[in-house]
């Protein structure tokens, strides 16, 4: 008799071994289904949350759609093609400004792009070391690229490929691109 009931005792054993590796296997993928959507959940709720700060989404208007600032349009340059643009008539500012300069600079361009009369406006910062060709303490105008000497900052006016007129100070640039402002 002490045979038989061992042999239960040991079947009622492995039975409760089973079901306790069953339970626990099937809590690991419960506990992995309930990690797995939490992740998802929570990368989903950064992205809407990124969306409504930067208010690409606008939840309390009736209209989804994103905006965007107003930005300048003038597109950056290198000295060498400052003679070769497309247009027939463009302004080139090559600049090399400190942060307080170029705030005083930027706002002026920004207004100078709201205008609609305006000509297109290229920038070239001799700041940048492929620039250095242009960059000379004595400013020298001239229409050969490899003689062409200018200062920081200087406004040239350019029209079918040759330079017209070039402004050097801060309040002659001012005047010169307000004069295209509505």
Do not use: H
């Not at 239960?8 to 506990?31: G, P, R, T, V, Y």
């Amino acid at each position: 008799m002490k045979k038989k009931e061992y042999q239960k005792k040991m079947a009622k054993e492995k039975k409760a071994l089973k079901d306790l590796e069953l339970n626990d296997s099937s809590k690991n993928i419960k506990n992995g289904i309930i990690i797995g959507i939490s992740v998802i959940a929570f990368i989903g709720l950064m992205f809407v949350f990124t969306k409504i700060k930067t208010g690409e989404w606008n939840l309390f208007t009736k209209e989804n759609s994103p905006t965007y600032s107003a930005e300048i349009q003038s597109t950056k340059i290198l000295c060498g093609s400052i003679l070769n643009r497309s247009d027939s008539e463009y302004f080139v500012l090559a600049y090399e400004l400190s942060e307080d300069e170029a705030s005083l600079y930027e706002s002026i361009l920004e207004r100078y792009n709201e205008s609609e009369k305006k000509l297109p406006l290229y920038k070239v910062d001799l700041g940048n070391s492929r620039n250095n060709i242009c960059l000379g303490e004595k400013v020298n105008i001239t229409n050969k690229i490899e003689d062409l000497k200018l200062s920081m900052p200087t406004l040239l006016q350019i029209k079918s490929g040759k330079i017209v007129k070039s402004y050097t100070t801060y309040d002659t640039i001012k005047k010169t691109l307000n004069s295209y402002v509505d």
